[in-house]
């Protein structure tokens, strides 16, 4: 009795310690499990993080600071070329008035002053046209009697023929007034500006006789000198981008100086979209081989160095105020534009304001950098924003 109860005593001790065992056993297995699901979670969050990288900035913050984005596009920047031009007034819209018929002119506008078509400009008397509507005249009262008596006459037919055909060449620049007196009205056919009269009123001018100076009303034009070895591709006729106008070069080679002169008329309804203003230095890009392939750029400003990687920042898809870095592959640079790799076409990117974002960036690595935020004057500060 007495052994029987120290075995039953010894393995009540034994069992005890094994289910001891196994549930610290477990406990440990199961601590061990969620430390590495724990440090699989942060591993991949940290990943993710990494991978976004960003800074966040309001509206009112990236107005301040001048950002700028830019789409990405396709451009055949192997064949681009590029400089820098200045908007001036198309000399082309200088223009001296002639007087159409002579006659004794009386001015109805001074100068200087606007003009727009149809505006009357000066009223003219002509001897000439006088004399001529009168032998016209006649002829036709003649013509109208032979008719009337049933007989024909060819030489007078032929004659009012072209007594009919030399007035109108006479007058066709002209508005009648008082056809028997000579007396017409000069009206404006485009739209400017009458800069100076080189004719007084009452006196009796010549046909052919410049009577003032103007400035039509034309789109600005853009002129650049482009050293001769940068302007071996360009050519009267192509097409050149300047901001988002488009026009048609005119190339001068006649310099001696090494220069090659060229102009750019903006097409016609150019200033639709952006003004150009008189006196700014634009820049300017031409595509001269239109048959070459395009391909992704972006504005050169937009590419920086994050580590030694090309990067550029693009607007997160999900949310309008963050900027994301995203690592490129760069490729040819050209007219202020340079070839990427690793970008979509629909991708936004920073074009202007780099530097601010940069300065806002989380470091990467080992270094700890503070985080930070923008304020809504454009300034950036680290640390937690407080209330």
């Known amino acids: 009795m007495k052994l029987t109860s120290i075995l039953f005593a010894t393995a009540f001790v034994i069992s005890c310690a094994l289910a001891h065992d196994h549930d610290h056993d477990h406990k440990h297995e199961h601590d061990h499990d969620h430390e590495h699901e724990h440090k699989h979670d942060h591993e991949h969050e940290h990943d993710h993080e990494h991978h976004e ?97 049933g007989a024909k006459n060819a030489s007078l037919a032929a004659e009012l023929a072209a007594k009919r055909i030399a007035y109108a060449a006479m007058t066709n620049a002209l508005v009648a007034v008082d056809a028997g007196r000579g007396e017409f009205s000069l009206r404006a056919t485009v739209r400017g500006r009458v800069n100076e009269q080189l004719v007084a009123s009452g006196v009796f001018a010549e046909r052919g006789t410049d009577i003032l100076k103007m400035t039509e009303a034309k789109p600005p034009v853009v002129f650049a000198l482009v050293p001769f070895s ?43 979209h952006v003004k150009l203003v008189l006196g700014e230095s634009v820049y300017v890009t031409v595509e001269t081989d239109p048959a070459g392939k395009p391909v992704a750029c972006v504005p050169s400003s937009a590419v ?3 580590g030694v ?55 990467v690595g080992g270094e700890k950098k503070a985080a930070g935020h923008f304020h809504a004057d454009g300034t950036f500060h680290s640390g937690e924003d407080h209330e």
């Open 53 to 149: 990288r960003g800074v966040e900035i309001s509206d009112a913050a990236a107005e301040l600071i001048g950002l700028k984005t830019a789409k990405v596009e396709m451009r055949r920047i192997e064949s681009a070329v590029g400089f820098y031009g200045r908007v001036m007034s198309d000399p082309r819209a200088l223009r001296r008035k002639s007087l159409p018929l002579a006659g004794f002119v009386a001015w109805r506008i001074g100068a200087p002053c606007e003009i727009h078509p149809g505006d009357e400009m000066l009223r003219l008397v002509s001897p000439d046209a006088a004399t001529a509507y009168g032998e016209l005249a006649t002829l036709e009262a003649r013509f109208q009697a032979v008719q009337k008596s």
């Open 230 to 272: 940068d302007a071996r591709g360009l050519a009267d006729g192509a097409k050149a981008r300047v901001g988002e106008h488009v026009g048609t070069m005119l190339v001068d080679r006649t310099r001696t100086d090494g220069l090659v002169g060229v102009w750019i008329a903006c097409d016609e309804n150019c200033d639709a």
């Open 304 to 306: 920086f160095r994050d």
């Open 309 to 363: 990687t090309p990067s550029v920042f693009v607007r997160d898809e999900h949310d309008a105020d963050r900027f994301v870095v995203k690592p490129v592959v760069t490729g040819r640079s050209a007219a202020g534009w340079t070839a990427v790799a690793g970008l979509d076409e629909h991708d936004e990117v920073v074009a202007r304001g780099v530097y601010e974002l940069r300065h806002a960036l989380p470091a």
